[in-house]
Structure formats: structure tokens, C-alpha cells
């Protein structure tokens, strides 16, 4: 270390807020250089190009760290030309190959692709802050930098695997190569400085490797390689990561195959592809492996992405598309952020890919990569005015580089604007406007408004015109301004309200309160603007002041959120909605009022009563997972809660207004919760591999994890405050551990896999949380593991398990994970409930416990004149327990009766297979569905399962006659 010498900053080299901070990185450089580095620092900063030194370490805290670790990168940097020139495209990859020749095993293939993106990534920072590149050669230089990287550890590892493993051919003996297809910003090679690389991997055939001791089918080679290269370039070493690699755009996402071939890759886009994902394939690009074979295979894709004729179908999508976008900035509050936030870049890629999406069949220069290419092809062809082209370019070009200097700071992966001074004058700085953060500001707001005016009029609404006011508009408005009580009561009366007199009350109340005296004058204007409507829309329900009472919640959730008070008045059809869904249901009332985002829910009266099957609600939390960084749990948490928050507000939407019936409710309702879960299992499973690494080995594509839904899940008969009953299990050895840094045994990973998934399901967050659980039905209850091994799970249930744990198998199925052992679980229970069991203990014990429960549950119900529809005489869990009794008894002699989980089914089989009369049948199915459909209504009232004594005699009946006839007369 040599003597340190200051900067000797002049006045208005550098802001005044960034001065010391500049001065204590150069010291803290220095005292990390040897005497020729520091030699050559010093000279760099006494030269004419010291302005380019002093920009650097003001903006990017992260270029100083490298700089400090790695004090000989610039000046060889800048012995190369490197800081003052562009590098050819070429060069990229011959450079890193070079490096890699010297590579002897994965470790050492790390070291080598951490440390040539990390000394480029410093190059292109350096030529970006100091405007010596343009944010195209900024964008294209990332992309050369991450092929590169990609592509050469794809060829050292497929090397290395062939070694161990034998080469790949198909089966007419032509050697096979993983493609790997890039999507989003690195297949348009447009890479931002901290992006993810979302990849796709296939290969070209089925066959099997030669040439190894033992071969292996070429899938089980490729998942290996994938795994190897996935490794290789995103686990953290102490050099860092090279790219984080995202495999969630990949069919079926992450409970999908790693690698799949060409023609399972085709049948899935052409039997289940859905419009967003011929979105993402717009900008598909092979960028590794077989270049020949992935152009072919994008080739054969293209029908599907872009349609032979003009595509207007996909404007409905579109328009989905853009209202999702448009929500999800109002209920993530994405201001700040200039990718996603209103007037961002996504708003500029959404105008140019509709455009794509509805022409690119017919315009084949549509089907370009790269965005601006896109924008002056829109321009040229008149699809768009040219003065409005040139604002959009401007304006992407300007939040790109906006962008590049959010990330340049610390190399993290965010598009949000900063909070800390420091930062903001650094971002000013970066952006060319001398640290002045407010003429930054300005400058950034005017460019996101054109952005947002010309994203508005792309795909508009069908309807966007304001409905003209009531002609009682102006009754309710001198109402609202006078406000004395006597005059409301009057004013309610006239308009048919009942009640009229606690309905004024409760306005005066609401009017008067202190939340609504604090508002400012525009939020207070909205208010007053929503209430005649509101309550004009209320003259028409059959109990307006209940409703009103339901609404003033929700009015008072939304006082200091007034773009839902806009959207009311300008929506008439959601505001319509609104007033008949809380007239028919206090609990939907309550929903909206603790979560008002679902307002959103209500715009479009087709998407709300519309129930998708469980492959387009898969499809549709896929998109909005999509949408969130991969390691964020706390926003993959609330896109999780969302989901079910809408879906469930859906179903009870429909069930309110008979548009539903009972058992597509309740199958709708299961159907989130193995969605949900499934996505749950993806986001726990992935944050274990981050920790830890696989138990998995190589080759091996499973997760040897399952979740069995017991009770209403496993029977699908879910209502809307059903809590999860779960039991997980695995069937990796004890033996097995972790590949990853910080390893653990297979019982550990598992373990802490299982907590994890349960807190992400049950974690309050501000959307509440999504499930509650309960797993006192795995072996042992809670004194169990909590997740069993299915080994001691299999002999628990055939040694150890009670009767009434036998009974619970009835009603249990594999609800997500693993396939293989879910097929296994099938199995077990299998011959479980087949087995022959003495009839009269059977009856006994199943009667005893049926009692116990009966005689704990029923506490506090007068049974003289209230019948508790679930634990009453006759009621739902009789008929369960009659179910659950004739399949551990009847089973072993009838095989059938074990295929289903649901009582209905159930019933029906018992019938079929000539067990219970067919009338009998019929009148247990009934009465089934009789009391379930008067519980749920009484669920969405607010009000206990219980009911007047008289009601549905019959069916109680019924089921006592048979319970008499079944459990008693055996």
C-alpha cells in the first residue's frame, strides 16, 4: 500500500451530497491497491478523463466493491480499450471460451463465468454512467454477456455429462444437444443490468445415451444437464451469482418437467397454450445448444404465436391483459416504479406487443425482437402517428437508462424509485441532471404521462363512457349538503327506504364521523359525488338500510383511497353489482370492506360470474406469479392471497345470485385450494433448493413430496371458511442429502419444506392469510413428525392407526406434489380401506365415536327447538359416518367403493355395486345436498348452521330411518 491521496474535489465536479461519500470510496480504493495500481488511479484521476472516475464511484456502490476487490480490472480494462470502445458481438463468446479451456470441474467453471461478469459488468456500468454507450449498446452488450455465459457453460457441461454418462443420440443414432431458448428482455437482447434470464430448455428427440457403462434415456441426460447448467450459473458463491435463471415460463411452470422434448413442447402449446403465453413466446429466441435444431423448433411454434390472419380474437385477452396491469398498479401501489408503475416500460412493451399479437401473421416485420425496431415499423406501417412513435422511443430510452442507473447502485434487481437522498441525487446525477432530483423528477413525470396517455387508448374498454347521472341526483345532493337528520329520515322515506329512521342515522353518523371531516377537498368532492348514486342504486334492493349498514364499512375502508371512490362513480355496472351482492350477503359485504381491492373483482359482471375449470385457474395464477420476482415471498404472498380472495368472492357471487349451483360451488372452491396449494408447494420448494440445494439426485426430475388433502378437501366439498386438513408426506431416504453450500439430510429438507408451506399459508399479511391449517390428522397428530417418511406412514396406517383414522382415508387424496407418489398413497389407501375388519367392532367403535363427537359438539344447542345441520340427529355427519362405515366394512369384498373421496360418489357406487337400495340412495344424496346447500347459504348470512326445528323434516327423517336401518340393526 502506498501514501493515499485525496481527490482535491473542485467545486461542481461533483453534488455537494455525494462529495464525501466519493472521497471515503477513493480512500477506502487506494488502500486496496498495490503501489502500481494506486500508481495508476492517481494519473487516471489527474487526467482529462477523471470526470468519467468521479461519475462511476458516485453512482454505482457496487463498481467500487469490484473495484476494491478486483483493483487490476480497470486499468487492464483501459490497456485494452475496453472502457472507450465497443466489444464485437463475437467476441464474447471466444474470450470466455479461452478462459474456460483452463476449467478442469464444475467448481472451476464458476470461478471463471463469475469473475468474466463481474469485471464486463463493471465495463458496461462504467460506459453507461458516463454516456460513452447508448442504452442499445448498453442492452445488447448484457445479452452478448449472458449467451455467452450460457452457452459455454452449456458446452463444458455437456462435455463433462457425456463423460459420465454417455452421449445422447436419438434413436436413429444422430447425437442430440439441449436447445435452450431464451424469453423476455434476453431474447430480444434487450438484458437489463440485474436481470433474471428466463429460459426454456428442450431437446429434439426421444432416445438414450451410448457409449457409457450403463445409459440412460435422453430426458434423464437433459434434466441432469439443465439442473448442472442452472447451478452453474445461478447458485451464489463467494464470487457471487452470474445470472439468476427463472424456468417458471416453462410449460406447466415449475411443477412441470425441467426439459421436455420438441414434440411434447408443441402438443402443449397447441392443446393447452393459453394467449399470455403467446406473449411471452413473442420474443422467444434460441441462444444456446443446438442453434440449427431451436430455430427449427421456434419455426414450428410460430403458428401458434402469431395467427395467418388478422387477429382480433386476441383483443378480449388483451384486454384482460391491460385491465390486470391496470389493477395490479392500483392495488400494489407501483408509482415509484418505472417498469411497472403507470407510464412505465411495461406500458410501452404491452402497446407494441398488441400490435404484434393482432398483425404479426400478416406483417412479418412485426415479428422482430427488438422494441424500438417494433415501434418504428408501427409508425412506418401508420398503425401509430409518427410524432407519438417518437415520444415512445424517447420515453423508453429515457426510463431504460433510468433504469440502468436504479441498478447500477448496488447490481440489485428493482425498478423502484429511491427513497434516500444520497440515491436520488446519484440518480439524478447518472441521469444527467447534475444531482437536481426535482428536475429529474419533472423530466421522468412528463415522459410516464405520454406513455400512459397512449397506453390508455390501446385496446380501450368497451364501454368507457360515464353513465349520466339519476334524475334524482340532485334530491340526494341537497340532502347530503344540508345534512340535518330529520330531513334525511324524510328525504329515505320518500324513496322507499324501510326503516328510514336508522338509515339516516347511520348517513349522519358516517357524514359527521372524523374520518370523513378530515378529507381534503378532492377525496371529500368523490365522496359526495359516490353517495347519491349509491343510494339511488339502493332504492331497488329489497332491504336497503341492511345494505347501507353492510356498505358504510366499505365507504369508510376506501375514505383515504379515493380512486375506488372514482371507480364507483364511473363504473355504474360495478357499482350496480356492488349494492345487489351486499343486499344478498353480509359476509360478501364484509369481504369487500376488509380487502377493497376486490372492487376490481366487480368491473366485469363476465369475469365475475364466469368459473373457470381448475386448468384456466392454474393458468391464471401462473400469469399473475409471472409478474412477481421470483424470490419475493412477500409479493408471491400477496398475489396468492388475491387470487383466492377474487375466485372465492366469484363463487360466492354466483352462488348469492343462483347463477352456481351447490356442488359447482364446491367443487369451484376445492379448486382454488389445489391451485393455490400447488403454487404454495413451487414457491416453498424453490426457496429450500435456494437454501439448501436438491435431496433430489441428478437425472431425477420428482420432488418425492406430496400433500394429501384430507376431510372437505379431500372429499371436494370446500365451503368458504373451511379450513385445510393436510398431511405430507415424502419417499426419499433418510440417507439422502442436499447438494447445495449449506446441506442437510433429506428428513430436514423435508422438514422444513413442510413449515415452510405452512407458513406461507397461514401468515397474516395485509390480504389476511390464505388458509388456515390443520394437521392433527398426520400419525401420531401432533405429536408427530411433520412430515412422515411413506414407509412409517404406510405402517402406521396398517399397525398403529385407530379406527377412526381409517375412517378419515375415505375421505383423502394426493391435492399436490409428486405424481409417482401420489399413485403410491393411491395405493396404500387401497388396501387399507380393503381390508376385511369384524363387522360387529366396525359398527361399535364407529357409533362410539359418532357419539363422542356429538356429545362434545353439541354443547349449547337447544335441541328442542334448533337442528345443528352438521352434528345434529340425522344431520351431515351422520350420513358421513354411514359412508365411511359401508366402505371399511363393504370394501374388501367391493373394490369399487374405494376409487372416490366424495360422498356423492360414494353413494352412487354403494348403489351400483347393489349395497344400498336405489331410493335409499336418492334420499341420502338429497338430504346431503339439502342441509350442505342451507349451510352454505346460512355461511354467506353471517349466521351459525343451524336451523328451525320444523325445517327439512323429511330429509332428517330419512337419514335417522337409515342410520336406524344401517349402524343400529347390524
Request: charged share 25%; hydrophobic share 45%.
Amino acid at each position: 500500500m502506498t501514501s493515499v491521496e485525496s481527490l482535491a474535489l473542485q467545486d461542481g465536479e461533483l453534488p455537494a451530497a455525494l462529495i464525501a461519500e466519493v472521497e471515503q470510496r477513493w480512500q477506502s480504493l487506494l488502500e486496496h491497491c498495490d503501489s502500481e495500481q494506486a500508481q495508476w488511479y492517481q494519473g487516471f484521476a489527474r487526467s482529462a478523463r477523471r470526470i468519467e472516475l468521479l461519475q462511476a464511484l458516485a453512482c454505482s456502490h457496487t463498481l467500487f466493491e469490484f473495484c476494491v476487490r478486483h483493483p487490476d480490472w480497470l486499468p487492464s480494462l483501459d490497456a485494452a480499450g475496453l472502457l472507450e470502445n465497443s466489444i464485437a458481438s463475437a467476441r464474447w463468446r471466444a474470450e470466455l471460451s479461452v478462459a474456460c479451456a483452463r476449467c478442469e470441474n464444475a467448481d472451476d467453471l464458476a470461478q471463471v463465468l463469475r469473475q468474466f461478469r463481474n469485471r464486463h459488468w463493471l465495463r458496461i456500468v462504467w460506459r453507461d454512467l458516463n454516456r460513452l454507450a447508448a442504452m442499445e449498446e448498453t442492452v445488447a452488450d448484457l445479452s452478448h454477456l449472458a449467451e455467452a455465459c450460457v452457452d459455454v457453460a452449456l458446452d463444458f457441461l455437456h462435455r463433462q455429462l457425456c463423460a459420465e454418462r454417455g452421449e445422447p443420440q436419438s434413436k436413429a443414432g444422430e447425437p442430440q444437444q439441449l436447445v435452450v431458448i431464451a424469453m423476455g428482455k434476453l431474447g430480444a437482447g434487450e438484458l437489463n443490468l440485474s436481470s433474471d434470464i428466463d429460459l426454456i430448455f428442450a431437446y429434439p428427440e426421444a432416445g438414450e445415451t451410448v457409449g457409457a457403462a450403463r445409459s440412460v434415456d435422453n430426458q434423464e441426460f437433459f434434466i441432469r444437464l439443465g439442473q448442472r447448467l442452472i447451478k452453474a450459473l445461478d447458485t451464489r458463491t463467494a464470487d457471487g451469482f452470474v445470472f439468476r435463471v427463472d424456468m417458471r415460463l416453462r410449460p406447466y411452470g415449475q411443477s412441470g418437467p425441467l426439459v421436455i422434448s420438441f414434440d411434447a413442447l408443441e402438443e402443449y402449446y397447441q392443446d393447452q397454450g393459453r394467449d399470455w403465453e403467446r406473449y411471452a413466446l413473442i420474443k422467444a429466441r434460441c441462444i444456446a445448444g443446438d442453434r440449427a435444431a431451436g430455430a427449427q423448433l421456434l419455426d414450428q411454434l410460430r403458428p401458434f404465436v402469431y395467427r395467418r390472419y388478422l387477429d382480433f380474437s386476441a383483443i378480449e385477452s388483451l384486454r384482460e391483459m391491460k385491465s390486470m396491469i391496470q389493477r395490479e398498479v392500483l392495488r400494489r401501489q407501483l408509482q415509484d416504479n418505472i417498469k411497472l408503475g403507470a407510464g412505465g416500460i411495461r406500458e410501452i412493451e404491452f402497446i407494441a406487443q398488441c400490435f404484434q399479437l393482432i398483425r404479426g401473421g400478416q406483417e412479418v416485420a412485426l415479428q422482430a425482437l427488438e422494441l424500438q425496431t417494433i415501434l418504428r415499423e408501427l409508425a412506418a406501417q401508420q398503425y401509430l402517428p409518427t410524432d407519438v412513435v417518437a415520444e415512445l422511443i424517447e420515453a423508453y430510452r429515457f426510463l431504460r437508462n433510468t433504469e440502468h442507473a436504479i441498478q447500477a447502485w448496488r447490481d440489485e434487481q428493482t425498478q423502484q424509485l429511491p427513497s434516500s437522498d444520497t440515491e436520488r441525487c446519484a440518480l439524478a446525477l447518472a441521469m444527467g441532471f447534475g444531482g437536481d432530483w426535482p428536475a429529474f423528477a419533472a423530466a421522468l413525470t412528463e415522459h410516464r404521462g405520454r406513455v400512459s396517455r397512449c397506453f390508455a387508448n390501446v385496446i380501450a374498454p368497451v364501454e368507457t363512457e360515464v353513465e349520466r347521472p339519476h334524475l334524482s341526483h340532485q334530491r340526494w345532493r341537497s340532502m347530503l349538503d344540508d345534512l340535518d337528520q330529520d330531513e334525511v329520515r324524510a328525504t329515505l322515506e320518500e324513496a322507499g327506504f324501510d326503516a328510514a329512521e336508522e338509515a339516516a342515522r347511520l348517513l349522519v353518523a358516517l357524514l359527521n364521523g372524523a374520518s370523513v371531516q378530515r378529507m381534503q377537498g378532492r377525496g371529500r368532492d368523490r365522496l359526495y359525488g359516490l353517495l347519491p348514486l349509491l343510494l339511488e342504486d339502493l332504492c331497488g334492493v329489497s332491504a336497503p338500510t341492511a345494505t347501507l349498514l353492510r356498505l358504510i364499512p366499505l365507504i369508510e375502508a376506501v375514505l383515504r383511497r379515493t380512486a375506488y371512490l372514482v371507480l364507483l362513480i364511473e363504473n355504474p355496472g360495478a357499482r350496480g353489482r356492488l349494492v345487489e351482492l351486499c343486499d344478498a350477503s353480509p359476509w360478501i359485504a364484509r369481504q369487500l370492506a376488509a380487502h377493497p381491492v376486490l372492487l376490481d373483482e366487480l368491473l366485469d359482471a363476465r369475469s365475475l360470474y364466469s368459473m373457470p375449470d381448475q386448468a384456466g385457474l392454474t393458468s391464471e395464477l401462473r400469469q399473475r406469479l409471472l409478474r412477481v420476482e421470483s424470490g419475493d415471498l412477500e409479493a408471491q404472498m400477496e398475489a396468492l392471497r388475491y387470487f383466492r380472495l377474487a375466485h372465492v368472492l366469484r363463487g360466492a357471487a354466483s352462488e348469492v345470485t343462483d347463477s352456481l349451483p351447490l356442488m359447482k360451488v364446491s367443487d369451484y372452491l376445492t379448486a382454488i385450494a389445489e391451485v393455490v396449494l400447488a403454487a404454495v408447494l413451487d414457491i416453498a420448494w424453490q426457496n429450500l433448493l435456494d437454501k439448501h440445494g436438491s435431496p433430489v439426485p441428478d437425472g431425477d426430475d420428482r420432488r418425492h413430496f406430496v400433500v394429501l388433502g384430507y376431510g372437505k378437501l379431500g372429499g371436494l366439498e370446500l365451503s368458504y371458511g373451511s379450513d385445510l386438513d393436510l398431511v405430507f408426506l415424502h419417499d426419499l431416504p433418510t440417507t439422502a442429502v442436499t447438494d447445495g453450500e449449506r446441506s442437510v439430510d433429506a428428513g430436514t429438507f423435508f422438514t422444513r419444506l413442510g413449515q415452510r408451506i405452512i407458513h406461507i399459508l397461514t401468515a397474516t399479511t395485509r390480504l389476511g392469510a390464505l388458509y388456515e391449517v390443520d394437521m392433527r390428522l398426520r400419525p401420531s397428530g401432533n405429536s408427530g413428525l411433520l412430515v412422515s417418511s411413506f414407509t412409517a406412514f404406510s405402517d402406521y396406517q396398517q399397525n398403529q392407526a385407530w379406527t377412526w383414522e381409517h375412517q378419515a382415508l375415505v375421505r383423502v387424496r394426493a391435492v399436490a406434489g409428486d405424481g409417482v407418489l401420489a399413485e403410491k398413497f393411491a395405493d396404500l389407501r387401497r388396501q387399507i380401506l380393503c381390508k376385511t375388519r369384524p363387522q360387529a367392532a366396525l359398527v361399535e367403535e364407529v357409533i362410539a365415536m359418532r357419539q363422542k363427537m356429538r356429545d362434545h359438539l353439541l354443547l349449547g344447542v337447544n335441541k328442542n327447538t334448533e337442528f345443528d345441520l352438521k352434528q345434529g340427529e340425522g344431520g351431515i355427519v351422520d350420513i358421513e359416518f354411514m359412508v365411511q362405515y359401508a366402505v371399511l366394512a363393504w370394501s374388501h369384498q367391493h373394490p369399487p367403493l374405494t376409487h372416490y373421496t366424495d360422498n356423492i360418489r360414494i353413494l352412487e357406487s354403494l348403489n351400483n355395486n347393489g349395497l344400498i337400495s336405489s331410493a335409499d340412495t336418492q334420499a341420502l344424496i338429497d338430504a346431503y345436498k339439502a342441509f350442505r346447500s342451507q349451510a352454505h347459504r346460512l355461511s354467506l348470512q353471517e349466521q351459525k348452521g343451524r336451523i328451525a326445528i320444523a325445517a327439512l323434516g323429511a330429509e332428517r327423517k330419512n337419514v335417522s330411518r337409515l342410520w336406524q336401518q344401517l349402524m343400529l340393526s347390524t
